[in-house]
């Protein structure tokens, strides 16, 4: 040992160090275990994390899943919020985790409160988170059909309608206030527009339906956005227009209403008036532009009919290409094709073992079959290439 520390190496190292006898007699070498270096640094240390990155975020997960169970969490929102926070990060996961967290939450949620603050909960991470919204508005109609619990104060849709009525009825102020204020504002908006969307109303005989009251808000909060033509605001009206356009215009349309001409007509007068930006009023033209294409889709307006070359300018594309004996090509489209394409098949007698289309009709054992070759020599398939681009460059002409 004190031969040890002359050396400097530490007690209870596991590296093996060879150290001579000192005795007389060199025996076999003796060997000395240093320290094992330990790391302080956890395996759940920010460093193992991307920026950004919630650290108690998948707590409760399982392989990539949620546990849809209330078992180990303290609160009822708790649990909803890791069930949000999951779809927001897996929004893939919906289809196959929803209805078992529908149970969870008919087996927890059984009073008003309750289903107040799921309300509250699935609202904010649908208006506060980027990209939510529309995994949110799925959420909210998939609930508002399988939720059991329908309390005095109204049951889960009721609920959501009147938490939006909340923020509507603010509109005014909000499109006025300030950027923050201006940015949860238009959160809200395209909310409500997928809302509008995806928020199925089943009506008394079993038809579905939109919410019609979501139809109506949509067209005052237009009215509202334009009313202040900041740069964000009308960059929220854009957003939504090209969101629901093409549905609001179908609804408007059923009524007799002409609401979406007299929106186009409000969009052209803050293109000419309004002080906005020329990247804005480049987006604004660019709506007009689509909703003038009827927003984009393609409906048709007569049967399927029969190409023909009287009604098909591409009929002949497809078409094969012959040559006449001079080696000039044409096909069904040339003017003279009859008699050309006749002139080819009297020359059939040149090839009397060979179809129409080129297929042969001599088989295996035929001296003639066993003596040909299906490549062609360099030199003949180079100037084979060359005449096929030739011809093709003349037909072109």
Known sequence: SEHLQQTGIPFGSQDKISVPDSGPEMGEPRVAVAPVVKSKLSAKAPEF???GYNQN????????????????????????????NHLTEQPGCFD???????????????????LQELVELIYQQATSVP?????????????SHRLTISPQSGNFRQLL???????????????????TTRKQFHAFVLFLAELYLNLEIKGTKGQVTRAEILQEGLRELLNA?????????????VKLLKLTGSVLEDAWK????????????????????????RDVKHMLLKLVELRSSNWGRVHGTSPPREATPENDPNYFMNEPTFYTSDGVPFTAADPDYQEKYQELLERE??????????????????????????????????AYEKFCLESERKRKQ
């Open 254 to 277: 059923e009524k007799g209403k002409n609401d979406m001409e007299e929106v186009i007509q409000r969009i052209e007068n803050v293109v000419l008036d309004a002080n906005c930006s």
């Open 96 to 114: 196959t985790e929803i209805e078992q967290f529908t149970e969870t939450l008919n087996g927890c949620v059984t009073a008003d409160e309750a």
């Open 57 to 84: 975020f998948n707590q409760n997960f399982a392989d990539s899943s949620f546990e849809d169970t209330y078992d180990g969490y303290v609160t009822l929102a708790e649990y909803v919020q890791d069930f949000l």
């Open 131 to 143: 990209n939510f919204s529309y995994m949110g508005a799925r959420l909210c109609n998939y609930l």
């Open 161 to 179: 309608l009147q938490r939006c009525r909340t923020e509507y009825e603010n509109r005014d102020e909000a499109t006025k206030g300030d950027e």
């Open 225 to 237: 956005l334009f009313c202040n033509p900041v740069d964000s605001n009308l960059i929220c009206a």
């Open 49 to 51: 994390y991307p920026s």
């Open 349 to 382: 007698h040149l090839f009397p073992d060979y179809e129409e289309n080129g297929t042969d009709l001599l088989g295996p054992g035929d001296l003639y079959f066993d003596d040909i070759d299906d490549e062609m020599d360099p030199e003949i398939e180079e």
